[in-house]
């Protein structure tokens, strides 16, 4: 089946440093999404893209769906301590209606 | 406006016993979803509905796992009998079918089973 890499695992970062993460496939996605979850919660939804280059941000978050449609990258630009969590990406799958979900980034940092 | 509501949050109970885990989907939202979340395996899809019509249940492990979804509003996840290995924590998300992929999640079930 389909799976998603997401890289890296885990990231330890000071306050104020940006972060980069990506998502890899070996198959095209037409759909990209980055969710992120918090301790003790369910993950929520960041951002949603569903074209090839596109670029969106919402607030110091910033998301681009690769040309190749097989990655994704997930930017945060001056990280705060509530960023901390597990950021996930997630595609449908091949009949369109269920999302895999990669293992993860877990995001920690320090104040 | 209410979200995914799930309950219980947290669940202890011993081997053999029958677990209930319930959902309340978002209020218009015609697609729900029921995910299991363990440190090994990830984030997993067990079943999910349309409409109330259980559409996919590849993702569910046996069949000492079932799920229902009586009406737009309630659906249950149970487990019987329990298993130490069904220790995880149990989503559920609801969606509108129409896209089905913003969903939203609830915050969970923990199970634990001993």
């Known amino acids: 089946g389909q799976q998603l890499n997401q890289s890296p695992q885990s990231m330890f970062i000071q306050e104020g440093e940006d972060v980069s993460m990506n998502c890899t496939s070996s198959s095209i996605f037409n759909t990209w999404l980055w969710y992120k979850q918090d301790p003790g919660e369910g993950p929520v939804l960041l951002i949603a893209l569903y074209k090839a280059g596109e670029l969106t941000s919402n607030g110091r978050l910033t998301a681009q769906f690769g040309i190749t449609r097989k990655d994704s990258f997930l930017n945060i630009s001056a990280s705060i301590p509530s960023d901390v969590g597990i950021y996930f990406c997630a595609g449908p799958n091949n009949a369109g209606n269920m999302l895999t979900f990669g293992g993860g980034t877990r995001l920690m940092v320090k104040p | 406006d209410a979200g995914v509501i799930q309950s219980p949050r947290h669940e202890v109970t011993e081997m053999g016993q029958e677990v209930t885990l319930r959902c309340k989907p978002i209020?218009?939202?015609?697609?729900l979803f029921w995910y299991r979340q363990t440190m090994m395996r990830g984030l997993e899809l067990l079943i999910y509905f349309n409409n109330n019509v259980p559409i996919d249940d590849s993702g569910m492990p046996e069949d000492r796992f079932s799920a229902k979804m009586p009406n737009a509003s309630f659906s249950t996840l149970k487990i019987q009998p329990s298993e130490p290995r069904d220790s995880a924590v149990y989503f559920c998300?609801?969606?509108?079918?129409?896209?089905?992929?913003?969903?939203?999640f609830g915050p969970g079930t923990r199970l634990t089973v001993t």
């Open positions: 209020s218009g939202h015609n697609s």
């Open positions: 998300a609801s969606s509108f079918w129409d896209n089905s992929y913003e969903q939203y």
